[in-house]
């Protein structure tokens, strides 16, 4: 089977040790983890969680299920695939002399769209937002001019229009 | 219940259990240590005096209906003992170690079905109950352990045996809890017995702090419980049910494997209906050794890695294969490549995570056993494979592999054949694990459900000797046979002062080799004889059980069997009998780890 990242939203209920829970059984069960970004939801009480694995579908189904049988995680939605967006948030600090400094504003806003949310003479710091494959990019150009640390949150997803991951749908208990 | 522990006769030991912290010494002899002095009634708590969480625990505990605990005192739990006489109800079984109190709960379970449960106080206590609670996750058993914790000031400064019990056991629960408020006590022990027996059985800890044991507290009633996250489903989709069905019907060669899922969901009946109906014959896996009895003609007994030959030649040649309850662990598969090459697979079970796992499957069922299988025989007609059925006949004709036999050595399986002629299938079975827990699986045709009591998916060596005190405890009046090895009986042996202290009616057959049989074995076949480490020395295990207050005796001829056998069976309390046999008798069949069916060895050189 072909082996492709799959992109999970998780609910969870907001308790002390959930995404304990969730990593524990990931690393118990070898699952491997590209990312994780967390937050609350909509719902009070309740928490998203963003995973992208890497793995056939046979293992995303088992992740799913083994998933389905914490406590705390009231729905898994496997959005790969779904008209999708997908965002990651990232904050690069990049080396910038007086020398290289408008290059490296150049490149980052006219084609990333970043902002530069600080500056010594030194150093930039860029915020930039967007799919994987954009901030991986933008590290590849930016590179040269040698990058002195990279923050990312990881990716959070939702599906466009009016597919979602909230809790409407009734779980199909058939596997 | 009893109230008093002792003694046996010349050994002339006294114990003490006091309801309302009395001692009480009464001292008797074995023959009529039925004959207990009548109970007193406990002072009745007064209304006025302000409650605690730990009173509010025992509440919970009796309203869940729990009548015994197997626990074991500690700093952290002592709030806990003190409000213990106040229940009566609840007859505490003083252990000698914490794994003991954990496997006693899980034989509890196993024979009755009910929740096991076990206590026992932070740090070392909580620690020592890990492999229980192991045991009980890998065989779907419920059981809720009770730990004692530091008080919450301390929790996070490695105080005096603080542990992070609810960390360690994160994967080997089914969940757990801390408790941080009195007043969850009685709701967090509804949900953990909730979540203990429903759906995939499970275990659940419960950790609960001593300031919130001694904080004010009084039980709430009972409410709904509405848990978001966890809805099993127990009535299997009715689509899947008539594609199930439909399987059937085109099949030429079916076979059932059922498992634990019979036995946890009640499904015999419906079990021996479809078989019957449909005319389909049952392998049954280790842990599903009761799910349909063993005489039925349609019964193909265990299967797997010690499995019979005819019952994995089934495997091999099935074109359907309807697993029940069970899960295709590899003790079962073997191979996975190789594990029924011809068959489609229909599998049932109500842990949709187990569907698809290990093995594709054709049509997956998700819900309770018994419904499922009720649904399906409703669905069906009467079907017949006669020509399948002959051919399963055939196989069996050949003799299963008998040791040759010689009568200057005992042989295990002779002692095992024997101790089955005594008891046919009336007796409670537990093991251990290695050898004499595939001879017992094997040689003994269970044919009542939950009378066998094995460590299956963790195998748990030490399991057998504690699991056949809750066994005992949990059913008085009925034989309790525990078969060990000399091996595995050394790692829990202690809990003979436990078995004495009860006077729990288990006899305890030590199938003595001097070998850590099993691995023994595979170093015989697989490491060229290369015996490292597998030849264990071992006490006097006669005078060590006569020391506990065992009678005990160790039988080292054939002749000696069946009186040593009767001789056990007519004391009133615990027995061991030390069978001293053949060293190196290896279990056969044997499909080696990770072979399948072709490459199976049906016996010895």
């Given at each position: ?175 | 219940?009893?109230?008093?522990r002792f003694i046996s006769g010349d050994q002339g030991w006294l114990a ?14 074995p ?63 003083l252990v000698r170690h914490?794994?003991g ?364 000797v504690p699991?056949a005190l ?12 525990a078969?060990v090895?000399?091996?595995?009986v050394q790692?829990t042996l202690f809990e003979f002062a436990t078995l004495v202290q009860e006077q729990a009616?288990v006899n305890v057959?030590i ?28 006490p006097d295990f006669q005078m060590l059980a006569t020391a506990y207050g065992m009678a005990a005796r ?17 004391i009133?309390g615990p027995t061991l009998l030390n ?27």
């Amino acid at each position: 089977m072909t082996q492709r990242s799959h992109t999970l939203v998780v609910l969870v209920e907001d308790h002390p040790g959930v995404l304990n829970r969730v990593m524990s059984l990931f690393r118990q069960r070898g699952f491997n983890v590209n990312s994780v970004a967390v937050g609350h939801s909509e719902t009070v009480g309740m928490s998203r969680m963003t995973f992208v694995i890497g793995g056939d579908d046979r293992m995303v189904e088992q992740v799913t299920k083994q998933l389905y049988k914490l406590l705390e995680v009231v729905k898994v939605t496997d959005v790969t695939g779904e008209n999708l967006i997908q965002r990651e948030l990232a904050l690069v600090k990049v080396a910038a002399t007086e020398r290289t400094r408008a290059d490296v504003m150049r490149l980052a806003t006219d084609i990333y769209r970043a902002r530069f949310v600080d500056a010594t003479p030194d150093t930039l710091i860029l915020e930039v937002t967007g799919p994987r494959d954009k901030i991986d990019s933008m590290l590849t150009m930016i590179r040269p001019y040698g990058i002195k640390e990279v923050a990312r949150t990881g990716l959070v997803a939702m599906v466009r229009g009016t597919g979602s991951s909230r809790l409407t749908v009734v779980q199909d208990a058939v596997a | 219940m009893r109230e008093a522990r002792f003694i046996s006769g010349d050994q002339g030991w006294l114990a003490f259990k006091g309801m309302e912290g009395r001692a009480q010494m009464v001292a008797t002899t074995p023959a009529d240590s039925g004959a207990m002095p009548a109970e007193s009634k406990p002072t009745p708590v007064a209304k006025s005096a302000p409650s605690i969480g730990a009173r509010v625990l025992c509440q919970a505990l009796v309203r869940e209906g729990v009548d015994t605990l197997f626990g074991y005192p500690g700093g952290a739990v002592i709030p806990l003992y003190d409000v213990l006489p106040e229940f009566p109800e609840i007859h505490h079984v003083l252990v000698r170690h914490e794994q003991g109190a954990g496997h006693a709960a899980d034989g509890y379970a196993r024979v009755t079905g009910k929740v096991g449960v076990c206590l026992a106080t932070s740090g070392p206590g909580a620690t020592n109950l890990v492999t229980p609670i192991a045991t009980a996750m890998l065989d779907s058993i419920p059981l809720v352990a009770i730990t004692g914790q530091v008080g919450q000031h301390f929790i996070g400064s490695d105080a005096f045996q603080e542990i992070d019990i609810t960390g360690i056991t994160l994967p080997i629960t089914k969940h757990n809890f801390l408790v941080r408020h009195a007043a969850d006590i009685g709701p967090t022990i509804q949900k953990a017995f909730h979540l203990a027996k429903s759906g995939r059985p499970g275990p659940v800890l419960v950790d609960i702090p001593k300031d919130v044991l001694l904080a004010s507290a009084e039980l709430a009633p009972a409410e709904a419980l509405d848990l978001v996250g966890y809805k099993p489903t127990y009535t299997p989709h009715r689509r899947q049910i008539r594609l199930a069905a439909e399987e059937i019907r085109n099949a030429r060669k079916p076979l059932i494997l059922a498992g634990h899922g019979i036995l946890l969901s009640g499904a015999m009946e419906e079990l021996k209906t479809l078989a019957e109906k449909a005319q389909i014959p049952v392998g049954l896996t280790l842990l599903g050794i009761g799910g349909i009895d063993q005489d039925h003609p349609l019964c193909l007994g265990m299967v797997g890695m010690h499995g019979f030959a005819h019952a994995n030649r089934a495997i091999h040649e099935t074109d359907l294969l309807i697993g029940v309850g069970m899960r295709f662990d590899d003790r079962v598969t073997g191979r996975v490549s190789d594990f029924a090459p011809n068959a489609r697979v229909v599998h049932i079970d109500i842990d949709p995570a187990e569907i698809g796992k290990n093995i594709e499957t054709t049509v997956p069922v998700v819900g309770d056993a018994r419904q499922a299988l009720a649904l399906l025989n409703a669905e069906l007609e009467d079907l017949r494979h006669d020509e399948w059925l002959e051919s399963i006949a055939e196989w069996r004709r050949t003799p299963p592999y008998r040791p040759h036999t010689n009568d200057a050595v005992l042989q295990p399986q002779f002692v095992m054949e024997r101790l089955h002629e005594a008891m046919q299938g009336s007796a409670i079975v537990v093991t251990d694990v290695g050898q004499h827990q595939m001879w017992a699986a094997q040689y003994f045709k269970c044919n009542k459900p939950n009378n066998w009591v094995t460590s299956g998916g963790l195998g748990t060596m030490g399991f057998g000797v504690p699991a056949a005190l809750g066994a005992a405890l949990a059913r008085p009046d009925e034989e309790v046979w525990a078969i060990v090895g000399d091996g595995g009986v050394q790692m829990t042996l202690f809990e003979f002062a436990t078995l004495v202290q009860e006077q729990a009616n288990v006899n305890v057959v030590i199938i003595n080799n001097g070998y850590l049989g099993m691995v023994r074995q595979w170093q015989q076949l697989f490491h060229d004889r290369n015996y490292s480490e597998t030849f264990i020395s071992q006490p006097d295990f006669q005078m060590l059980a006569t020391a506990y207050g065992m009678a005990a005796r160790t039988i080292t001829s054939r002749d000696d069997v069946d009186e040593a056998i009767e001789w056990a069976r007519e004391i009133v309390g615990p027995t061991l009998l030390n069978f001293v046999v053949e060293q190196e008798m290896n279990v056969y069949p044997m499909i080696p780890s990770g072979g399948s069916y072709g490459e199976l060895i049906e016996k010895g050189e």
